[in-house]
């Protein structure tokens, strides 16, 4: 019995908007954008305990041909100036640069394998 690889794709975001509708939009917006790398899942929405004008949510990518260089094509097509973080991407609010959505204020992006 041979056991499939699933790759995933965790973008985790933060967002200063005071609504979970908000956040959603800006979720769903973002998947509209990141379909060519498979089917997308918003998931983990909460305001963020630590800051509360901050929603964070994550957005999973699932697709067979997802690896890890991807994330570098997926922070590509979100813009902004990524940091790499051992195999993970990160990327900060600093002053007026944003990425495609201006109320994002922190992102991360790592591939799974499960």
């Known amino acids: 019995m041979s056991h499939q ?46 800051t509360p004008e901050y929603f964070e949510f994550s957005i999973e990518i699932f697709g067979a041909n997802l690896s890890e260089d991807q994330i570098h094509n997926i922070s590509a097509i979100l813009g902004g100036n990524w940091i790499g973080a051992g195999r993970n991407l990160v990327w900060n609010f600093e002053g007026d640069k944003t990425l495609i959505e201006p109320k994002l204020r922190w992102a991360s992006l790592e591939h799974l394998e499960e």
């Not at 908000?22 to 983990?44: H, P, T, V």
């Open 5 to 50: 690889v699933k790759n995933i794709v965790l973008l985790h975001l933060f967002a200063e908007v005071s609504t979970e509708n908000e956040a959603r939009e800006i979720g769903e917006r973002l998947c509209q954008r990141l379909n060519a790398f498979g089917k997308q899942k918003i998931c983990r929405m909460k305001p963020y305990w630590k």
